[in-house]
């Protein structure tokens, strides 16, 4: 086992003799101990056939291991009031520890256990399905998660950032034990896994036990299978649903960068700049000044592969075609009419503000510097990441727009007598 000091005070980051990659980090503020273990396995990895199998899995991890019931694992959790959990998402798994640190120890050895060591049962299994199969047609009863279906399956297709993080009925229904069986033993290997821990805890205490709990876990023959993440060809495309609805929907959206690309800083400031708060560009000029929006915003996700930067607005359904023109004119603004140096600014600030504010808690810490590692970037990515946001210019921001606003995906739902004429 190889020590070397990261770059933060009283931490540690090793690689164990299998791999397994820990990052160690003493914050004594309060007694609370935050653990994540992630991995490089998400819907990346999936295919039309098995979508949905790694929400699914994560799901199950809890629900038993070879040597307990998922009646053991949460009494033994609940006694202590501690917390665990996994989930999973577009590149990456992660599970999910937080306890008082003198209880750390005997937690975090259950979480090694649920990742090693998972049964899945039968009637686990069943249960889940059904669960996942409700908050699919949930889904369906939500008209922006509807119109969103759409908009993701128009721009990604085939590839796997266009399918459900749960799948579908039909994928759910189709997933058995051994296919689970098979993905764990694939995909669950310590040679491709990330432990962060945070909190009072000495570090060099955190990663012997680590390498007590984990470092004799054998690292399969083969090498880790990669997520097949092709680039995408971007083409204009306009989906119209007819729904009988309160609101009607409509989103707008364009294939973008991914975290790796010089453009990345700029539309993140983008987004902020067009729907991140009460002040944000869209949030005055179409609900404020315009009273168009019930709900009105941007998204742009952090993604290993090709991501879309998103704007939406729900309004009364006799305002949908005014409420899409004022969606396309403000993102086409962007491309014509560059930030001023005020609008730049407030938009640096509220992100870096915001940004550090997600970094107060030993698990947001743990959940931050791990999602980078997986992801590639490396721990220097928390400082790097705030300097390019605050080195973007005015021309960065305008040029990475008139790059990105290219050939629009479009997703309208509402009434028929309101939005079959924007077919």
């Given at each position: ?332 603004r962007l491309c014509k009419v560059p930030l001023t140096e005020h609008e730049l600014q407030v938009a ?62 479009i997703s309208i739902l509402g009434p028929a007598t309101a939005v079959e004429a924007l077919r």
């Open positions: 086992m190889t020590v070397s000091t990261a770059p933060k005070q009283n931490s540690i980051t090793t690689h164990l003799g299998n791999g397994l990659k820990v990052i160690a980090i003493e914050n004594p503020a309060a007694d609370i101990v935050s653990a994540r273990v992630f991995l490089p396995v998400g819907q990346g990895h999936e295919t039309p056939k098995n979508a949905g199998i790694f929400s699914l899995l994560t799901s199950l991890l809890t629900r038993g291991t070879t040597h307990r019931s998922s009646f053991d694992i949460a009494e033994a959790v609940e006694y202590v009031g501690a917390s665990l959990g996994a989930d999973s998402a577009s590149d990456y798994s992660v599970v999910s520890v937080k306890t008082v640190s003198a209880d750390f120890e005997e937690i975090f050895s259950l979480a090694t256990e649920i990742l090693q060591e998972p049964s899945f049962p039968e009637n686990e299994i069943e249960l889940e399905r059904k669960l996942t199969i409700q908050g699919l047609r949930s889904m369906q009863e939500q008209p922006f998660s509807v119109a969103y279906k759409f908009f993701r399956e128009g721009m990604y297709g085939t590839h796997p950032y266009g399918f459900s993080s749960m799948g579908t009925e039909e994928t759910v229904m189709a997933i058995q034990r051994d296919d689970l069986l098979e993905a764990h033993q694939k995909h669950f290997r310590p040679d491709n896994m990330v432990v962060v821990i945070v909190g009072r805890i000495d570090p060099e205490r955190a990663v012997a036990l680590v390498d007590k709990l984990m470092g004799d876990w054998a690292v399969p023959e083969y090498p880790a299978p990669a997520p097949q993440l092709p680039g995408l060809e971007s083409h204009a495309y306009r989906i119209v649903t007819p729904q009988e609805t309160n609101q009607a929907f409509v989103i707008i959206g364009y294939l973008a960068a991914p975290v790796m690309h010089p453009d990345f800083p700029a539309l993140k400031l983008l987004s902020t700049h067009l729907g991140n708060g009460l002040s944000s560009r869209l949030f005055v000029e179409l609900r404020e000044k315009q009273g168009l929006a019930y709900d009105v915003s941007a998204f742009y996700p952090t993604r290993l592969g090709p991501s879309q930067f998103v704007a939406y607005i729900g309004t009364a359904p006799e305002n949908t075609s005014v409420a899409l023109d004022g969606l396309q004119s403000e993102l086409r640096k600030n509220k992100m870096l503000g915001q940004y550090a504010l997600g970094k107060q808690t030993n698990g947001q810490i743990a959940q931050l510097l791990g999602w980078y590692e997986i992801l590639g970037l490396g721990t220097e990515f928390d400082d790097k990441f705030q300097a390019n946001i605050a080195a973007v210019t005015i021309e960065d921001a305008q040029e990475a727009a008139k790059r990105c606003f290219v050939d629009s995906y």
